[in-house]
Structures are given as C-alpha cells and as structure tokens.
C-alpha cells in the first residue's frame, strides 16, 4: 500500500544495542529538539540468541476457574537504587531462567526489539523499587497461550482466570489480556459496555506484540520514585489551573510555552494530555504527541500521511514522542487514542497508545472512540485514588452526562502513583519553565457537574411530537429551534441570517396567540406565511453550510451537547456503514434556549450523527477508499418527519483537497419514505494519503441533521 519510504519516528536516542549498557549521556545544554537524553543509563541486555518454544498454556488456557498463587515478585524487597530495576533478554530461555530466579532487576523478553530498550532505559529514572500490584479480580486471555516465563508473571496480576469472556463473574474488577492483534474489539466489545454498564473497574494488558506485552507486564511490579509531580496539559481547557496538580498549562499556555521541554524534560508521577486528535496524534498548540514507532508496519495497512514519506502536519522538531514520556501514568485524552484492534483506522505502528506503552507508563488511560471529554473529566482524572483501581472508571462515570458509553479506557493496572502509601508531591514551586503552578492557597475546589440523569430526555430518534406530517412546520419545535438558534449563544450577533430568525422567531411568537391559532380563518394564511418563510430561511442555511464549512451553526452538536444531558441509549436496526451497531440517545439541553438533539453512534467510527430531535434521519452509502485523483460516489438517503423540502449537502474538512458535486441538491420528500440524492466527491491528484471524513447534511424546517462518514485517501495509482 505504501508507494513511498516513510519517515522516521521521532527519535529518543539511538538504542543501546545487546550486550552494551552504556547510553548516548545527557548534553550540558539545552536538548536538540525531539530528542531524549537517558541520564547516562541503558538497558542491561543479554547477547542475541535464538527465540525458544512457547511455553505451556496461560492463564485462562482451561474451561476451568483456575485460583492465582502468589505473585513472583511479592515478597521482594523494595529497590535500593544501587542498581538497575529492569533487566533486558533477547533469549527466551534466559529470560525464563530470570523469572524462575524469582529475584533481582525485572526481566523483559526484547528479543529483536532494540527499540524497546530506549523506553527500559527511561522507566530506570521512573521507578526506585518493587511493589505488589493490587490485582484485578478476575483475568481472561485472548489469543493464544503465552510463554510459561510470561503467563508466570502475569497470572498474579488476578485473583482468578477464566477461559473466555463468556465465563466472567457478574461482579468484580476485570482484566483482559492479550496481545494488541489479539484484543479485537468485536470479540471484547460486549465485555466493555457491559462493565461500563455496571459500573465494574476494566483493565487492559496489552502491547503491539508479545515483546511489548512482557514490557507492560514487567512495569506493573515497579514502583514510582517519590515526589515527582502531577501535570496536565491542555490545549482546549481556558479555566483556572485546579490545585491538585502540580503543573498545569492550559490553552494559553500551550500555545506560548515550550511544551516539548515540558513534557520531556522531568520525571512525571501522573500526567494527562488533553487536546483535539485522533489515533496516531494528540494536538498541543504547536506541538503534537505522536504515536509514530520505530516498530515494523503492518502490510496493506493505511498510515498517516508520514507513512507516504510525507512528513507530519506539524514540524518535525515539535512532535513528542508518547513513548518518551518519564511517567507511571498517562493519560491520553483526544478521540480515538487507544482504539481497539479492528477499530483503528491506521496500522498500529502509529497508534498513539502502543507508542507509550512501549515507553516508561505503567498505566495508561486512552479513548476507544469519539470522547467529549473535558474539565470535568480532568478533574475527575485528577481526585482518582480511591475510584476502586481504575482512574478510567471516574473518567467515564463523570462523562457519562454526554458519552453515555465506555470512551476512556485503562491499559495496566491502578499505577503506583496511586498506591495508598505513595504521599502527595510537594507543588512545584519552579519558575524556570514559565509554567504555571497550581497550589492551594486562595483557590477553591471546582463544585462537581450536575450528576447525570440516566434516563433524562430518553426517547425516540424523531421524537412524538403530533402532527409532524402536517403541510406546515409544527410551530412547538419551531419556536425550540429557533430559540436555540437565537438565544443559546451558538450564533454571534453578527451572523448574517440573525435578523430574518429573529423576525421569523417574532411572528412564530405573535401568531401563536390561540385567536389565531384556533381561529381557522385566521390559522391557515398565518401558518403559510411562516412555512414559507421557514423554507427560503432552510435553503440560505443549507448554501452557507455548502459554502462555508465552519459555519457556527454546524458546531450545534459540541455546543448543545456540552449543555445537556444525555439519555439512555438505545439499540438502533440499522448498522453503521462500517458494518458495526449503532446505538442513538437523546440530549436534553438543561435550560430552555439548548435545544434537544439526538447522537448516534457507532464503537469504531464515534460518532456517526447528531441532529435536532425530530430532524431528518439520513442513511449514507459511499466507499471505505478511494485514491487520490479519483471520485467517490456518495448516495444519500433521506427520511423526513413530514412533507416538504429538503435541502442536502455535504461539507469538506478544510484539510481534504477535494471538490463536492453538485454543491446543493433540494428533493420533495414524503414524510417517512426514504429520499433518494446522489453528490461526487472529486479528490485532486495531489489529495494526501490519509484518513479522512465527509459530512452529508439536511436542513427542514431550521432543523438540522448532520452525518460523519470515514474514509481513507490511498496514495494515487
């Protein structure tokens, strides 16, 4: 797939190779952008040899509940720091010698992996000792066994193992284990919404091979030096900094601060990154978190457009690594950062979560889909330690009011940064970053959100509301539209339509006197001159949606969303294009001017559409790729509440080189039977090699319904 050398991952340091333990030592003056110093310290590695036979079965490898020992490493005595805590093989017969040993530096099967020795190396200035993790209470295995040396040392990572996901207790923490390919989400999906549904802690122990995997299982018997700080930076959060970190830039100071430095520069007990992305990246003003990994590709898999050989979005020297983050926790809060195997839409050699598992973290908390998370889950994040061993667990419970569904989830078990014993950083008085420092003193606690309501504003995708097939717009959800429209603050004052909404949203008001309303002489002219005007008041929305692709009004599913509450979801018939569930739920705005909007969405691709309640309902058929250069057909099929016309398009991201044909399409439609439209989308040879998504819109009656369709641009034949 790839017709063009892909650039190399962002560099740590050239890896200490077998049978070396000397590291490239840190400069005396400032570091070369994007590269990593290691302190003067590697990884102890063994000479090369040949792999071994898989050892015997692992854990959940019978039908049968089997009862774990006890942990191999429990009773070691903490480290003294006089020596290094993990210890490095290529061979798996002495690696299996080194976990029967039972003592000494932890040991981590590499084999060909040199590349996993930059972040041993990292994880020396992490972690000062050993600590018995609190296990989960009941493990499965995906996959296949593991080797005897590696099942040894994960088994005491739960109390008990079943053989498969079908076996679990109705109660109790949960930990799924499996290499990333293993870990498919259409096999463990059920698994995560049914825990999520329960309220039940889930963790993930994985890593993009078994190399890796032994790597995250090795960390979670490390325990984390004391008194490093807690940290969150943000490209998206304009509040004050909350005083249980220690650093906390925000947006402003993202986008003036060096974040490499920051981020890189210092051992991190906890830190969350919270910024606008998607699987392979996480934005930070200038700056990007990349997942871009030394590791092979997948062949025949997509990439970003680095795989192409065409260089980042953003510079070179502003990527940061994630696996070269100096941290036991990390968060990694941008839509889609730990998507499942078979969800993802790039080769897992750029999947931003593998990428920092392969690093120092010992946990690490990502999204499996589309997350509107914010402050509040930061906060949430933040004031964890006693959310019963899952940080991921607060994240979602707090989210729940607008991602009624499993977004965050935790790879590794509680981090040691959480242990009971572990104390509270002193806060980071330092001036020489310029960043701020969160402390105590003269701030109080943020007030917790409004606790969700389950089933607040549960209902149907077009809602019930009588007489939608009647020949004029039902003046109740009308004048709902309009209010939002109007008086939500979605709209600034000077947007160019507000004068002909507000006359309109004047007459809904007048003419809804009941003298008129039940006066039938009266009714009928009135209810006309609305219609009219509500339908040339649709097509001007429709052409500046066509037009303009940041139109304010197309951000009404955020900005709704943010402000309202979010029902229980449902079940729809229909599955996504992807060929995955779908479920829908209502969000009801928690004042009147929020109107009421609908989300529906999908495990894989997030979410899939939001429009008003009551609004069309559209049904998009187009290809998973298309090459650069060529056309993508798009039908579109829409169904409407009531008679009249409908107004449909779609809008482009601004990063897509491409051109919609035609621009606008206007269909008669009859209420309840599907509405048939046809557009091309025109992609320029020079297109770039990359996921994309395009989005089909239609506009009755000032309600609007807004669909996101994924796609990927290969490179042109």
Excluded at 4 to 13: M, Q, S
Excluded at 26 to 38: D, M
Excluded at 264 to 287: A, C, E, I, S, T
Aim: glycine share 10%; with cysteine; hydrophobic share 40%.
């Amino acid at each position: 797939m790839n017709t063009a050398p892909a650039l190399t991952a962002p560099a740590l340091t050239a890896p200490a190779r077998p049978g070396t333990s000397a590291a490239v030592p840190a400069p005396a003056g400032p570091r070369p952008a994007n590269t990593l110093t290691l302190n003067g310290r590697s990884a102890p590695a063994n000479t090369p040899a040949a792999t071994g036979p898989a050892g015997p079965a692992a854990p959940g490898g019978t039908s049968d509940t089997v009862t774990t020992p006890a942990p191999a490493y429990a009773g070691t005595a903490a480290g003294t720091g006089q020596g290094p805590l993990f210890a490095a093989y290529t061979s798996l017969d002495d690696y299996t010698r080194a976990v029967a040993r039972g003592r000494g530096p932890l040991p981590v099967f590499t084999g060909p992996r040199t590349d996993l020795l930059d972040g041993i190396a990292l994880a020396e200035d992490v972690y000062s000792g050993l600590r018995t993790p609190e296990p989960c209470d009941t493990g499965v295995l995906a996959g296949g066994p593991l080797p005897a040396a590696l099942n040894a040392l994960i088994r005491p990572l739960a109390r008990q193992w079943v053989s498969s996901p079908d076996d679990l207790p109705a109660t109790g923490s949960v930990l799924l284990v499996g290499e990333y390919a293993h870990l498919r989400a259409d096999a463990v999906q059920h698994v995560l919404d049914a825990a999520h549904a329960t309220g039940r802690p889930l963790s993930l122990l994985t890593g993009r091979d078994l190399h890796s995997l032994s790597w995250t299982a090795a960390k979670q018997y490390a325990r984390v030096v004391p008194h490093a700080p807690v940290g969150v930076l943000s490209e998206l959060d304009t509040a004050a900094p909350a005083p249980q970190a220690d650093v906390w830039l925000g947006a402003d100071d993202v986008h003036r601060l060096d974040v490499q430095q920051i981020a890189l520069g210092r051992v991190w007990r906890r830190v969350l990154f919270h910024g606008n992305g998607k699987d392979d990246q996480l934005n930070l003003g200038r700056f990007t978190l990349c997942g871009a990994s030394p590791a092979a590709p997948a062949p025949g898999m997509p990439g970003p457009r680095c795989a192409y050989g065409l260089g980042c979005t953003k510079p070179q020297d502003k990527l940061i690594p994630a696996r070269g983050i100096r941290t036991a926790e990390l968060v990694l809060a941008n839509c889609f950062s730990g998507a499942l195997a078979g969800h993802a839409m790039y080769d897992p050699k750029y999947l931003i979560l593998l990428d920092a598992l392969d690093g120092p973290a010992q946990t690490v908390i990502a999204t499996l889909t589309a997350c509107d998370g914010q402050r509040p889950e930061n906060l949430a994040w933040l004031t964890a330690a006693g959310a019963a061993g899952s940080a991921a667990l607060a994240m979602n419970h707090r989210l729940q009011d607008i991602n009624p569904y499993p977004a965050f989830v935790q790879t590794g078990l509680q981090s040691s940064a959480l242990d009971p014993a572990r104390p509270h950083s002193p806060a980071d008085t330092s001036t020489d970053t310029g960043t701020r420092t969160a402390t105590a003193a003269g701030r109080a606690r943020e007030a917790s959100p409004d606790a969700p309501a389950d089933t607040a504003g549960g209902g149907s995708e077009t809602g019930s509301e009588p007489g939608t097939a009647a020949p004029h717009p039902p003046l109740h959800r009308l004048g709902a539209r309009l209010s939002g429209l109007l008086d939500s603050g979605l709209l600034g004052p000077d947007y160019p339509l507000r004068p002909r909404l507000r006359a309109l949203a004047d007459t809904v008001l007048r003419d809804a006197v009941r003298t008129v309303a039940r006066s039938a002489p009266d009714a009928g002219p009135a209810l006309a001159a609305i219609a009219a005007e509500t339908r040339s008041l649709d097509l001007a929305l429709a052409h500046r949606f066509a037009k303009h692709h940041d139109d304010p009004a197309l951000a009404f599913p955020t900005y709704f969303g943010e402000r309202s509450t979010a029902g229980t979801p449902r079940a729809l018939d229909t599955p996504c294009a992807c060929g995955r569930p779908l479920r829908s739920y209502r969000r009801q705005g928690r004042v009147p001017a929020i109107a009421d909007t609908v989300q529906t969405v999908c495990a894989r691709c997030g979410d899939v559409a939001n429009a008003h309640t009551g609004a069309v309902a559209l049904h998009v058929k187009a290809p998973a790729e298309a090459a650069a250069g060529s056309t993508l057909h798009v039908v579109v099929e829409a169904v409407a509440p009531r008679d009249g016309t409908l107004n449909l398009g779609i809008v482009l991201p601004l990063y897509l080189d491409a051109r919609v044909g035609p621009v606008l399409r206007r269909v008669d439609a009859v209420a309840g039977r599907r509405a048939h439209a046809e557009f091309t989308l025109d992609l320029a040879p020079q297109a770039t090699p990359q996921a994309y998504y395009f989005c089909p819109f239609a506009v009755q009656d000032l309600g609007m319904s807004v669909s996101r369709v994924h796609f990927t641009v290969l490179p042109r034949r």
